[in-house]
Nanobody, 126 residues
Framework: QVQLGESGGGLVQAGGSLRLSCAVS????????LGWFRQAPGKEREFVGW????????YYADSVKGRFTISSDNAKNTAYLQMSSLKSEDTAVYYC???????????????????WGQGTQVTVSS
């Protein structure tokens, strides 16, 4: 059974940095895409970015481009979301998810992903 588990969330001051991890168990994520999403209270789940498990290509939402970086350690079967220059509006529960390869539009939407982690809370204080 394939499972995703996020960790690394917490409380950080505005302007600070935080790194989230997404550990994949049950299979390698080679051949899949790992995406990051977030959901703030009262809002819909929002796309953050994705990473290709095969060639480590990445793609980001405009709201985080230049501040967030997705990487992976394939030997550990783990993906990371490095967040810098954090803002109060980055406060949310962050989720990683797994998808089959598809077009950019599909991979930027919740419906493109078939497996989700439980989420980790990130709170940015101003």
């Amino acid at each position: 059974q394939v499972q995703l588990g996020e960790s690394g969330g917490g409380l950080v001051q505005a302007g600070g940095s935080l790194r989230l991890s997404c550990a994949v168990s049950g299979r390698s994520f080679n051949g899949y895409v790992l995406g990051w999403f977030r959901q703030a209270p009262g809002k819909e789940r929002e796309f953050v970015g994705w990473l290709s498990g095969d060639d480590r290509d990445t793609y980001y939402a405009d709201s985080v481009k230049g501040r967030f970086t997705i990487s992976s350690d394939n030997a550990k079967n783990t993906a990371y979301l490095q967040m810098s220059s954090l803002k109060s509006e980055d406060t949310a529960v962050y989720y990683c998810a797994m998808a089959y390869y598809s077009d950019h539009r599909t991979l930027s939407s919740v419906r493109g992903y078939h497996l989700w982690g439980q989420g980790t809370q990130v709170t940015v204080s101003s």
